[in-house]
């Protein structure tokens, strides 16, 4: 038996995928603790690890971030992401040290794993002499020496003048780093670590092993991954045992296009609404998902092709699914595209540009390149994936990817050879 730490930010698209590694090492016979906010405390439990809950750390609730971060009020854009970085993620990291290592007195473990947004999980790794693994729950954010930074929402370039193209978006690299130098510097210092030359999407990454979430053709299959980098698919926790909803039977033998926007920061008009009017004179079924538990209804009248659910089990629904609307949230995403779904990403900040480029350039969906389109633009690109085959064929080419990939055992089998590589057994 080995004894592991995994660390997860309490975001719901952290911590979900961390759980089914957690789960899958339990099952294995092995001592699991799980370090993350309280919100997540009974889902902890309930997959068998010990909750480490955050007690220095500042725990606060990811449907109300200004609560906790007042700085975040009123940003938007690509001053809302730096914020988020630098008050939520990186101003935290050091705290985080505090619990972590208070934890590591108690009972040292075998091996740290950490989500790849965890910078006190990567900051307590460095003041341990433990192995440690990063599970990217994101879409991978290595550098490379091909293709244009990760994060820009950009597809790499074709023929000359595109790769000169992402040779210039490489070398500014470090300057769209830059305003996270000072935050980072100061929270190293404050976790009593040396300074670093290291920029933020570099830290959260280890030299011995990285599992990531995803699959090579969602990477734009680049050549130059380093030799400690698996993929390993999707990662599926447990799922809760949701109520079906009484329409449920209406979803046999329709054709069926799920709308969705994530469980954050949710406005219907966005993509909800538009996405109901888009298809509201088809003879298909509009499945949408409001991200909330419970709000079984949405703020405006729906036409009778509509059905609204707060939470649905997500797996059995999709396997009654032919196309998604999506925000791009990365969970969602894979889900989808493991059961071979084409999608139609409105992606409108955070890593939804990255991701909806992503699933573009594999060929499994439209990338509407605007997270507020229009329902001319949703009905077009619906009307492409559920009448285009190629979209279903390279759906279908990333699911056999993302099975390949073994998942949560995959994961668990490859961190087991990391603890005991460790320990020497």
Not at 293 to 311: H, I, K, T, W, Y
Request: contains cysteine.
């Amino acid at each position: 038996m080995a004894r592991f730490m995994l660390a997860a930010m309490p975001f719901t698209g952290h911590v979900i995928p961390m759980l089914a590694v957690a789960e899958s090492l339990v099952e294995r016979g092995h001592d699991v603790r799980f370090y993350t906010g309280s919100a997540f405390r009974e889902r902890v439990e309930a997959s068998g690890a010990a909750f480490v809950p955050w007690r220095e750390a500042p725990d606060f609730d990811e449907n109300d971030l200004t609560k906790t971060f007042p700085r975040l009020i009123g940003k938007k854009g690509v001053r809302q992401v730096m914020v988020n970085l630098t008050d939520g993620f990186i101003a935290t990291a050091p705290a985080q040290v505090t619990d972590l290592l208070e934890a590591w007195d108690e009972q040292p473990w075998d091996a740290l794993v950490i989500d790849d947004t965890s910078c006190g999980g990567a900051f307590t790794a460095e003041k341990t002499d433990a192995p440690w693994a990063t599970v990217a729950v994101l879409p991978l954010n290595l550098p490379s020496r091909h293709g244009p930074p990760s994060g820009l929402g950009i597809a790499p370039g074709r023929g000359l003048l595109g790769r000169a193209r992402d040779a210039a978006l490489r070398g500014i690299r470090p300057l769209l780093a830059t305003p996270l130098r000072k935050p980072l510097a100061r929270a190293r210092a404050e976790a009593t670590l040396p300074p670093s030359k290291a920029i933020f999407d570099e830290v959260m990454f280890s030299p011995h092993l990285i599992l990531a979430s995803g699959a090579p053709l969602l990477d734009y299959e680049r050549p130059d991954r380093p030799a400690h980098l698996d993929f390993i698919g999707r990662l599926a926790a447990t799922p809760r045992k949701d109520a079906l909803p009484e329409w449920w039977q209406d979803l046999h033998d329709r054709t069926v296009v799920h709308v969705t926007q994530g469980t954050q920061n949710i406005d219907p008009s966005d993509l909800i609404r538009p996405t109901i009017e888009a298809l509201a004179d088809r003879d298909l079924l509009v499945v949408v998902a409001t991200g909330r538990r419970g709000a079984d209804e949405l703020p405006f009248a729906v036409p009778s092709n509509v059905r609204v659910a707060g939470f649905l089990p997500y797996d059995a629904l999709l396997s009654h699914v032919d196309a998604i609307v999506t925000n791009g949230g990365w969970g969602g995403t894979l889900a989808a595209l493991a059961h071979g779904i084409p999608l139609v990403i409105g992606g409108g900040d955070l890593d939804k540009p990255e991701i909806a480029a992503r699933v573009a350039w594999s060929g499994a969906g439209v990338n509407l390149k605007t997270g507020t389109p229009t329902s001319a633009a949703i009905a077009e690109a619906v009307d492409r994936v559920l009448r285009e085959r190629e979209f279903a064929d390279a759906a279908a080419r990333v699911a056999a990817q993302l099975e390949a990939g073994g998942g949560a055992r995959r994961a668990a089998e490859r961190l087991e050879a990391l603890a005991g590589a460790a320990s020497g057994s």
